[in-house]
């Protein structure tokens, strides 16, 4: 997850431009982001922008009554990230401008830097795009010598993304100490001189400052922005004097750490260094169906298990539905896949290619739990998704891994789509069955997507086998289609051998 933190005061004119322009960012550049913005008392239009934004963006507003400051507002967002990652390790949060001042684009190379292994990434702004003020300009180039950190040519220009861990380091989980005692410029030197010790790298990645977009005044002083950047040296060389004493006791540890004996390192080795996968079914799991209309074969159905893909940086598992089929006046392909990630069971990814009666529906649609939304490939829209979300054939695969008992009746709200939710399904009784050349035990349960389409939805009466086996599989599906109903029953099954 990315959280991208945007102090605003009084920035009607720009603040809604950036933040569609974050989006159209992490639209290319695929990646789940939310937007946390900081509205510091503003006094125009900028709440009611706000608040509209907020309704097709991922993202959270706080809000100000009165004015308190560039460097508190920024402090409250990184924390407010701090406080909803679950993953410090793996989340980021990247500060951003309001007024353009910032381009959203250079965030694709600082994510990149982050996602190779950098901690802490600033955006040197040492270039300039449109005009500006002599004395404004004459500051602005003198300030990061005057607040100098190590390997950096520019520690003020507030452009920055950093590892949430490296946050959480450098806070040390105390709340009510701030981590910025200084403002403007001055803090965000002080930011990056206060995360720099806690980051294993440091990457500067160059950028422009854009005053030809800006659309207001400058609000900088540069008399007054000048004498705030010199009262402010001594911190920054009190900060850097700390941050070298943590690196005297740190180097020690890493070192006893490095000459761990051979007999602890053989040990590690034999420990699994990550949990078993939530998703378990191995990838070549194959089931296939054949559809019957009465005495009539109509078709044939397969449910597979595709192989292992990486959506957004997330592992997921390639899962795929095809059904191929018709009769009489009505024929019907459709294929749909699903991206699940194989540590968390979430959807990130759904797709249904169909031809009903030679008319093509192509449907894609983007999945970011971590954001809470999701949007669907060429429509202009993003929309609330559940915490944990389904898409219709992970729900196939999730079934098989959820106890359920005969008479009991159970409501998941996991479809990616909230207004079809909760999926209900009703374990009804069981049965035996002879499928595929032999005999099965298997639970008979009445699958219902409410508001759905396809083969679960209300007016389908369906209802699904599941055997009573380890393997969970499903033997067979009972559907009403518009010209009847059809049974897929199984044909074949075949599951590789787990190491």
């Not at 990434?121 to 010598?145: D, I, K």
């Not at 030809?212 to 609000?219: G, H, I, T």
């Amino acid at each position: 997850m990315i959280y991208v933190c945007v102090p605003v005061h009084n920035e009607a004119a720009t603040a809604g431009l950036v933040l569609w322009k974050v989006r159209q960012v992490f639209t290319a550049f695929e990646r789940e982001y939310h937007l946390l913005v900081c509205d510091d008392g503003s006094t125009d239009r900028t709440p009611d922008l706000l608040a509209s934004y907020a309704r097709v963006l991922p993202m959270t507003v706080v809000s100000h009554r009165e004015r308190r400051g560039y460097a508190r507002s920024l402090e409250e967002l990184l924390r407010l990230a701090l406080q909803r990652t679950d993953r410090p390790k793996r989340d980021c949060a990247i500060t951003l401008h309001a007024d353009f001042l910032h381009s959203p684009d250079v965030m694709e190379e600082m994510v990149k830097r982050l996602e190779s292994g950098s901690d802490l990434v600033v955006a040197e702004m040492l270039q300039t795009a449109g005009p500006a003020p002599r004395l404004h300009r004459w500051v602005r180039a003198w300030t990061p010598r005057l607040l100098r950190v190590a390997g950096l040519r520019d520690a003020v220009s507030g452009y920055v993304a950093l590892r949430l861990s490296v946050l959480r380091q450098a806070t040390g989980g105390a709340p009510a100490r701030p981590l910025l005692t200084t403002d403007g410029w001055c803090a965000n030197a002080e930011l990056i001189a206060r995360l720099a010790p806690h980051a294993r790298r440091l990457d500067a990645v160059p950028a422009t400052a854009r005053y030809d977009l800006r659309q207001r005044p400058s609000r900088v002083h540069p008399r007054r922005r000048l004498r705030e950047v010199w009262r402010a040296r001594p911190l920054l060389r009190a900060i850097h004097a700390t941050g070298a004493a943590l690196a005297l006791l740190v180097l020690p540890m890493r070192a006893q750490s490095d000459a761990a004996p051979a007999e602890t390192a053989a040990a590690a080795a034999d420990t699994p260094a990550v949990p078993a996968p939530a998703f378990a079914f191995p990838v070549g799991e194959r089931t296939r169906y054949q559809a019957k209309y009465g005495l009539f074969t109509v078709g044939e159905a397969v449910l597979e298990v595709g192989g292992i893909d990486t959506v957004r940086g997330v592992e997921t598992m390639r899962l795929r539905f095809q059904i191929e089929g018709g009769a009489l006046w009505y024929d019907l392909e459709q294929t749909m896949q699903s991206w699940v990630g194989r540590a968390d069971f979430r959807s990130r990814r759904f797709e249904t290619h169909s031809v009903e009666n030679k008319r093509r529906r192509d449907r894609v649609f983007d999945i970011f739990p971590d954001s809470g939304f999701y949007r669907q490939v060429g429509v202009d829209s993003t929309l609330p998704t559940v915490a944990d979300p389904l898409d219709d054939v992970a729900f196939l695969y999730w079934l098989r891994s959820v106890p359920l008992e005969v008479g009991k009746r159970y409501e998941y709200a996991r479809y990616f789509r909230p207004d079809r939710n909760p999926v209900i399904i009703t374990v009804v009784r069981r049965d035996r069955v002879r499928l595929a050349g032999r005999k099965w035990r298997a639970l008979v349960v009445r699958p219902v997507i409410p508001n759905g389409r396809g083969i679960f939805a209300d007016k389908a009466e369906a209802l699904m086998w599941v055997s009573e086996d380890p393997r969970r599989v499903i033997l067979a599906i009972v559907s009403t289609f518009p010209f009847g109903t059809v049974t897929m029953k199984l044909k074949e099954f075949y599951a590789p051998e787990q190491p």
